[in-house]
């Protein structure tokens, strides 16, 4: 069973829009979650959080909206660049329980910023 | 700084033979964790490692996985007897102390073929 889900596998946008990545879950006891963007060949790298006691993180273009009653996140990358151009994994943790800090990452959205 | 490395980066094998996978963390890194990304999927957690000993090791999917890190910083995963479904990308992580999320550094990963 999927505990996170996302369930668009691309995503193409002009550059300069907006893009918006959608995330949704199915464990209650999720409590942080994050995003991560991987280039071809390389690892997945940290790209911005948010704890379930927040409804919104922003870190320069990228901003994490968070919506727990509808167990829904997203992902809004404004404005868009080419270099944006990756795969992105929503993950979550429950570290509110005292497990370690595991994460649980979704299939992943491929997105293309054009030119 | 160095960032986690992993090798081999490819490692292609037979049905029914034995394979290590080798992971050095970011140095002075307490906490390791291994993920397995298969094809269209994300990662999926493995095991975790607090200093030598494996914390947390629920996600190993049979008795054909172990992972050692007996010095507290290299870790090897060893896998018997391969099978394909094995076939995936192993994703080593590390972090200073396990207690912060979004403190997981990646390594880009070894790329397993069992033919």
């Known amino acids: 069973d999927q505990q996170v889900k996302q369930n668009s596998p691309s995503l193409s946008v002009q550059e300069g829009r907006i893009s918006i990545l959608n995330c949704d879950y199915t464990?209650?006891?999720?409590?942080?979650f994050l995003w991560y963007k991987k280039y071809p060949a390389e690892g997945p790298t940290f790209l911005i959080s948010?704890?379930?006691?927040?409804d919104k993180n922003e870190d320069g273009r990228f901003t994490v909206f968070l919506n727990k009653s509808a167990k829904h996140l997203s992902l809004h990358i404004v404005p868009s660049q080419p270099g944006d151009s990756a795969v992105y994994f929503c993950a979550a943790s429950a570290r509110g329980t005292g497990a370690n800090s595991k994460l649980t990452f979704g299939k992943g959205i491929t997105l293309s910023v054009r030119p | 700084g160095a960032g986690v490395s992993q090798t081999p980066s490819n490692k292609v094998t037979e049905k029914g033979k034995y394979v290590e996978l080798r992971c050095d963390p970011i140095s002075g890194h307490t906490a390791l964790y291994w993920y397995r990304q298969s094809l269209g999927q994300g990662p999926e957690f493995l095991i975790y490692?607090?200093?030598?000993?494996?914390?947390?090791d629920s996600g190993l999917p049979n008795d054909r996985f172990f992972a050692v890190r007996p010095e507290g910083s290299v870790s090897t995963l060893k896998i018997q007897r391969t099978e394909r479904g094995d076939s995936a990308v192993y994703l080593c992580?590390?972090?200073?102390?396990?207690?912060?999320?979004?403190?997981?550094?990646f390594g880009p990963g070894t790329r397993l073929t069992v033919t």
């Open positions: 992580a590390s972090s200073f102390t396990g207690t912060r999320i979004d403190e997981q550094y």
């Open positions: 948010i704890s379930s006691i927040k």
């Open positions: 464990n209650s006891m999720f409590d942080y």
């Open positions: 490692f607090q200093g030598t000993g494996a914390a947390d």
